[in-house]
């Protein structure tokens, strides 16, 4: 390999964002050609179009998470994937869901797969916290936020998975009563969760 400043600034830049974009190799002036050669030569992996990690470095079960940060910066990890999380309820998602602003631009990335589920105003912005995962941010809405949301989106997921998340959720002492009560009303399902909420009083 000739030019070794330019490789160890790649793998230096890939330990550093754990996920390497090719825009990231190509805003330092240094041509993609030595990324192709480093996964070549078998010191970083190419997981999906645009992006790389090193050959040695150590993902968690949230790697996809980070990835779909990475892709859609604006997302907010929600639903599904944010019940897997947290580790409420059974589901194992084979997507990444993630909700967008009902005006944002549908991404167009095929890694990794994505659900995108529109959300608008206090529902978008409210509930968020900021995970920090193989050295990415990853912004995830909160156990309580997100079983108010299963119940928003009781059709697309199915209300058995959003009584379970509510279970589980309030048996691990995962959020209040009043913090429950807040979010229903953000997502406008207050009177849907009602008699699960009193049920659990």
């Excluded at 909700?99 to 631009?105: F, G, I, M, N």
């Excluded at 009560?181 to 207050?190: E, T």
Aim: charged content about 25%.
């Amino acid at each position: 390999m000739s030019n070794p400043t330019a490789y160890d600034s790649i793998l230096g830049l890939a330990r550093k964002k754990t996920v390497l974009r090719l825009r990231d190799v190509t805003a330092l002036g240094i041509h993609p050609e030595y990324v192709r050669r480093l996964v070549a030569a078998g010191l970083l992996i190419r997981t999906g179009r645009g992006l790389y990690v090193l050959a040695d470095a150590d993902l968690t079960e949230n790697h996809s998470l980070v990835e779909a940060a990475k892709r859609v910066p604006r997302g907010v990890v929600c639903l599904l994937s944010a019940l897997q999380f947290h580790h409420m309820g059974t589901q194992m998602p084979h997507q990444v869901w993630l909700a967008l602003d009902h005006k944002a631009r549908l991404p167009r990335t095929a890694h990794p797969p994505l659900r995108i589920v529109r959300f608008s105003g206090e529902a978008l912005q409210t509930g968020i916290e900021r995970h920090k995962i193989e050295g990415a941010q990853v912004r995830i809405y909160n156990p309580g936020k997100t079983v108010a949301d299963c119940f928003k989106y009781r059709n697309k997921i199915g209300l058995d998975v959003a009584l379970e998340a509510l279970r589980e959720g309030w048996r691990g002492r995962r959020f209040s009563m009043d913090e429950l009560w807040g979010y229903a009303k953000v997502c406008r399902v207050a009177n849907v969760m009602r008699p699960y909420l009193e049920g659990l009083e």
